[in-house]
């Protein structure tokens, strides 16, 4: 590959992007954490557990967020609303009530519930006069509020956000890319083809034809491809300071991945895979009945492993970044001095951090893709491997 001075020169920049983006990022948090109420006590869990989990609106700095549509199926019919509906003018959280069905709605750690709006009584001799009286919703307790309602999520939050502009960067991306392959037939590639071409034939030569030979490797490419870009950028665009996205971090996202992997992989597979399976040929029948059960099992443990490596190693990232972050509050709040310490020694280790998950990105991305070829290549292989082994 052909490297340039102006290639360098661009990735300094957008590495001097990404620090003084982290920077400007670290001091609207200081400036907020400095701007809190006196004797609120900064609690690091709390901000990591806040930062990882998926959410209803886009964080962006102090009391800035940007909310994002609410989409809920009820009983009553279906509520469209935008999340800030839950925000009270001193930002903090209320309930709302829908004018279109009438359902009352509250947030919880970013779960939406249905709440009985009648007042709850506590007293014995009072909750006995409301049932008298035929209140029945009053007379119930307040933890079976919830109970009884159906709510189904539709929501558009912070990871379907996330994925939905991934998924229009790579159409956009990979149909462009398309479009000139067919404007100059047989030229060399530039622009955008350029810099995909080494990560399309890298997949193809180094992941897809090693495991499952040249012919097969066409059949199972544009989904490996599709699984190796979306997990990239999706990364890639976890590592962006403002927003605090963490897509591949989300556990419901990764399932489905690893689920369409598990799909593949089931309707694919030949005779000689699912009789290995069931059957083991060449195996003792008491070592069968022992080894049939692990093998069915590890139909479900493969799409598992793959589903919980992914999000645990993402997320461990982004805690490792969080954890050092929470250390300046923590500090600063014993010393301002011993603050501006640690937040130096904090930030430079960030720095080192954010370079690292760099790589991060691209090698969980491939180890996903890699993995997946894997199982493909075992469910579809002959029998004729296994005589040669």
Same mark, same amino acid.
């Given at each position: 590959?052909?490297?340039? =001075? &102006?290639?360098?020169?661009?990735?300094?920049?957008?590495?001097?992007?990404?620090? =003084?983006?982290?920077?400007?990022?670290?001091?609207?948090? &200081?400036?907020?954490? =400095?701007?809190?109420?006196?004797?609120?006590?900064?609690?690091?869990? %709390?901000?990591?557990?806040?930062?990882?989990? /998926?959410?209803?609106?886009?964080?962006?700095?102090?009391?800035?967020?940007v909310p994002l549509?609410?989409?809920?199926?009820?009983?009553?019919?279906?509520?469209?609303?935008?999340?800030?509906?839950?925000?009270?003018?001193?930002?903090?959280?209320?309930? *709302?009530?829908?004018?279109?069905?009438?359902?009352?709605?509250?947030?919880?750690?970013?779960?939406?519930?249905?709440? /009985?709006?009648?007042?709850?009584?506590?007293?014995?001799?009072?909750?006995?006069?409301?049932?008298?009286?035929? /209140?029945?919703?009053?007379?119930?307790?307040?933890?079976?509020?919830?109970?009884?309602?159906?709510?189904?999520?539709?929501?558009?939050?912070? =990871?379907?956000?996330?994925?939905?502009?991934?998924?229009?960067?790579?159409?956009?991306?990979?149909?462009?890319?398309?479009?000139?392959?067919?404007?100059?037939?047989?030229?060399?590639?530039?622009?955008?083809?350029?810099?995909?071409?080494?990560?399309?034939?890298?997949?193809? /030569?180094?992941?897809?034809?090693?495991?499952?030979?040249?012919?097969?490797?066409?059949?199972?490419?544009?989904?490996?491809?599709?699984?190796?870009f979306f997990i990239?950028?999706?990364?890639?665009?976890?590592?962006?300071?403002?927003?605090?996205?963490?897509?591949?971090?989300?556990?419901?996202?990764?399932?489905?991945?690893?689920?369409?992997? $598990?799909?593949?992989?089931?309707?694919?597979? &030949?005779?000689? *895979?699912?009789? #290995?399976?069931?059957?083991?040929?060449?195996?003792?029948?008491?070592?069968?009945?022992?080894?049939?059960?692990? %093998?069915?099992?590890?139909?479900?443990?493969?799409?598992?492993?793959?589903?919980?490596?992914?999000?645990?190693?993402?997320?461990?990232? #982004?805690?490792?970044?969080?954890?050092?972050?929470?250390?300046?509050?923590?500090?600063?709040?014993?010393?301002?001095?011993?603050?501006?310490?640690?937040?130096?020694?904090?930030?430079?280790?960030?720095? $080192?951090?954010?370079?690292?998950?760099?790589?991060?990105?691209?090698?969980?991305? *491939?180890?996903?893709?890699?993995?997946?070829?894997? *199982?493909f290549g075992d469910?579809?292989?002959?029998?004729?491997?296994?005589?040669?082994?």
């Amino acid at each position: 590959m052909k490297i340039n =001075s &102006n290639s360098i020169s661009s990735k300094g920049n957008f590495a001097a992007r990404i620090l =003084s983006t982290i920077l400007l990022v670290f001091n609207f948090m &200081n400036a907020n954490a =400095s701007s809190s109420e006196e004797g609120a006590e900064f609690n690091a869990g %709390e901000m990591i557990a806040h930062h990882l989990q /998926d959410a209803h609106s886009i964080h962006l700095f102090g009391h800035v967020s940007v909310p994002l549509p609410v989409i809920l199926y009820t009983d009553h019919g279906v509520d469209m609303f935008m999340s800030s509906c839950f925000w009270g003018p001193n930002h903090e959280l209320i309930t *709302y009530t829908s004018s279109s069905t009438g359902n009352t709605y509250e947030l919880h750690h970013e779960k939406i519930h249905i709440v /009985d709006p009648t007042p709850v009584a506590t007293d014995s001799t009072h909750l006995e006069m409301l049932q008298h009286a035929g /209140d029945v919703h009053a007379a119930v307790p307040a933890s079976d509020h919830h109970a009884h309602h159906t709510l189904i999520d539709f929501s558009i939050t912070k =990871s379907v956000l996330g994925m939905l502009i991934i998924m229009g960067i790579m159409l956009w991306i990979f149909i462009s890319v398309a479009k000139a392959y067919n404007r100059r037939p047989g030229q060399a590639p530039k622009g955008l083809q350029n810099a995909l071409e080494p990560l399309i034939l890298f997949i193809k /030569d180094e992941v897809a034809v090693p495991a499952l030979g040249k012919k097969k490797a066409l059949v199972f490419l544009p989904f490996l491809l599709t699984v190796f870009f979306f997990i990239w950028m999706c990364n890639m665009l976890g590592l962006i300071p403002l927003g605090g996205f963490n897509v591949t971090g989300t556990l419901s996202i990764t399932l489905v991945l690893a689920g369409l992997v $598990f799909i593949i992989t089931s309707v694919k597979g &030949n005779a000689h *895979y699912w009789g #290995h399976i069931f059957w083991p040929p060449g195996v003792p029948l008491f070592v069968k009945v022992i080894l049939v059960p692990i %093998e069915v099992a590890s139909l479900f443990i493969k799409p598992a492993v793959l589903m919980i490596r992914l999000t645990a190693n993402i997320n461990a990232g #982004h805690i490792v970044i969080l954890a050092f972050t929470s250390l300046i509050f923590i500090f600063g709040a014993k010393s301002e001095a011993l603050g501006m310490g640690v937040g130096i020694l904090a930030t430079a280790f960030l720095v $080192f951090m954010y370079f690292l998950e760099l790589l991060v990105a691209f090698l969980q991305a *491939y180890v996903f893709t890699l993995l997946a070829a894997l *199982y493909f290549g075992d469910a579809t292989q002959e029998h004729h491997h296994e005589e040669h082994h």
